[in-house]
Nanobody, 126 residues
Framework: QVQLVEAGGGLVQAGGSLRLSCAAS????????MGWFRQAPGKEREFVAA????????LYAESVKGRFTIARDNAKNMVYLQMDSLKPEDTAVYYC???????????????????WGQGIQVTVSS
């Protein structure tokens, strides 16, 4: 089993920045692709970003491309999401997720990610 715990959420003004972190514990060696998803009020959960086990390749939703950056530190079992130029529409609960699949196979599919954090609120005020 793998446990994921998010941190770093909060309230920020539009145009500001936040950095989310995700601490992984347990059988972390099984994690290959890691991803971030989000769920806004009244909407379905959606893909935000993903990264390969080696951190050499990333994938982003079009809505966040150029503003968000995903990174990982395998030595520390950490995954990060740097969020810049935040917009009110980025307001959501953000979830860290881990997959035993390669990113090329897991991609944006929520069903491909077996491990999930509890989620953390990010609120962007206008």
């Amino acid at each position: 089993q793998v446990q994921l715990v998010e941190a770093g959420g909060g309230l920020v003004q539009a145009g500001g920045s936040l950095r989310l972190s995700c601490a992984a514990s347990g059988r972390t060696f099984t994690n290959r692709a890691m991803g971030w998803f989000r769920q806004a009020p009244g909407k379905e959960r959606e893909f935000v970003a993903a990264i390969t086990r080696g951190g050499d390749s990333t994938l982003y939703a079009e809505s966040v491309k150029g503003r968000f950056t995903i990174a990982r530190d395998n030595a520390k079992n950490m995954v990060y999401l740097q969020m810049d130029s935040l917009k009110p529409e980025d307001t959501a609960v953000y979830y860290c997720a881990g997959s035993t699949l390669l990113m090329v196979d897991a991609g944006i599919r929520q069903s491909a990610y077996e491990y999930w954090g509890q989620g953390i609120q990010v609120t962007v005020s206008s």
